[in-house]
């Protein structure tokens, strides 16, 4: 069924590259901007878009952030760009949106690559991450002054240093990007439905630090997607796509070959 909904269309994207289409889903609090390394490194053998979900980056924003709504986006911004089926990457929510858009639409994937995340419904998490962006900047006249308030909220600097990606400065101090009350609400990771099969090339990487998968999602894993290769990364975390590139690449590049 088309979908009518014009939001997806508008979705912004940098794209690089020529060949067959890949796009890349960031995660929550993130945007394609965080891909440019996996992007261009990917753009060798393929034209590689990196769209800024809905409520993130330079897209637009909406007052509803549903699974729902991140998976009509998606179908709607690839039936307004895309002529030849595409290969989705999607890390965290953007792996979750890529799973839910496959699930319905298995004749429009290609291929399908989940960074870190399983496909299942999650608890809310992230609440110090909220705490930190809630938190009353007023009288922050640094970045630094910033950082140091998010600091009891959100110990770890990386992660701090990823929020603040959305931070901008306003006339009369700092603020974000992001909509993040909006984003406080958002239920996409209480939406994925299990019990549902896709039997096209899927690859999951999971990190061995990460609390988002553990080896007792590979039975849903593969419920879902029989034919999934599972690749964990020794020491990663969350985000393997930063702190452990190279592997990360050599993974995709490997499945890739071996799907397409």
């Known amino acids: 069924m088309k979908n009518t909904d014009p939001a997806g269309a508008l979705l912004r994207f940098q794209e690089v590259g020529q060949g067959h289409p890949l796009i890349i889903l960031h995660g929550l609090f993130g945007s394609g901007r965080n891909w440019g390394s996996v992007a261009r490194s990917l753009s060798e053998k393929f034209r590689v878009f990196s769209l800024d979900q809905r409520n993130h980056g330079d897209s637009p924003q909406f007052p509803s952030h549903t699974l729902d709504d991140l998976a009509n986006d998606l179908g709607e911004w690839i039936e307004s760009h895309m002529k030849d089926v595409p290969v989705l990457l999607g890390h965290s929510m953007g792996g979750i949106a890529a799973m839910e858009y496959t699930l319905r639409h298995p004749d429009q994937v290609r291929a399908l690559i989940v960074v870190d995340v399983a496909p299942r419904p999650y608890e809310p ?42 931070l901008i400065r306003k006339d009369h101090g700092f603020g974000w990007r992001i909509p993040v009350e909006t984003l406080k609400k958002a239920s996409f990771l209480q939406g994925f439905e299990p019990g549902r099969s896709w039997n096209g090339p899927t690859l999951f990487i999971t990190g061995s630090q990460s609390d988002y998968t553990s080896e007792s999602d590979h039975t849903v894993m593969r419920q879902c997607f029989p034919e999934a290769y599972i690749e964990t990364i020794e020491g990663a975390g969350h985000w393997p796509h930063f702190s452990h590139l190279v592997p990360f690449l050599g993974l995709i590049k490997d499945f890739l070959g071996r799907a397409l």
Request: hydrophobic letters at 35%.
């Open 125 to 166: 998490r992230h609440s110090g991450e909220f705490q930190a962006m809630e938190a009353d900047l007023s009288s922050c006249q640094t970045r630094s002054d910033v950082d140091r308030v998010m600091a009891p909220f959100v110990p770890d600097l990386t992660v701090r240093q990823f929020l603040q990606t959305n």
